[in-house]
């Protein structure tokens, strides 16, 4: 659509005052986890391991078993982004099960945050997360970026490990 077709259709005033607030980064981090790594916790853990680390909804979206670790490490990688920008660590009072990495129809990652993660990410005032995971039999990376509302852009948090 063409910037004068926005005018003259007053598509603005059609959209939610939400849609309108200008969206900064509040935090950014990058995370490569070693598909070994989540492969030897694993076989050290067995099925704790996941319980633990991963919700029933993410659980469920596991393919098969030749990309299970490859799936399972970049949930873990996202999770680990997402702490970071938090600025928080696991021996803060924060479960794995307070991130939960999610699915959207067109394929797309998105993150629901419970407990003491969404208390954190409320108080940072962070309205929206881009994620973005990728993955191949060795590694995965996930990028977390955390967009907030305010008068003026807040000095992002930024990570890359």
Not at 28 to 46: F, P, Q, Y
Not at 95 to 109: A, F, Y
Not at 145 to 157: R, W
Request: proline share 4%; charged share 20%; hydrophobic share 40%.
């Amino acid at each position: 659509m063409k910037a004068e077709n926005l005018e003259d259709d007053n598509i603005l005033s059609k959209l939610p005052i939400s849609e309108l607030e200008t969206l900064y980064i509040v935090g950014h981090s990058l995370k490569i986890v070693e598909t070994r790594r989540i492969a030897k916790l694993m076989e050290r853990l067995g099925a704790r391991f996941e319980t633990q680390r991963f919700t029933p909804t993410e659980l469920n979206v596991i393919e098969s078993n030749a990309k299970r670790i490859q799936y399972l490490t970049g949930r873990f990688a996202t999770k680990e982004a997402i702490l970071t920008v938090l600025g928080q660590g696991w021996s803060q009072g924060i479960s794995w099960l307070d991130i939960e990495v999610q699915r959207m129809p067109t394929g797309e990652p998105s993150v629901v945050l419970y407990g003491n993660c969404q208390k954190i990410a409320t108080k940072l005032g962070i309205r929206k997360w881009l994620i973005s995971i990728s993955h191949v039999s060795s590694c995965a990376a996930a990028c977390a970026i955390a967009l907030g509302t305010g008068s003026e852009p807040v000095t992002p948090k930024t990570s890359v490990s």
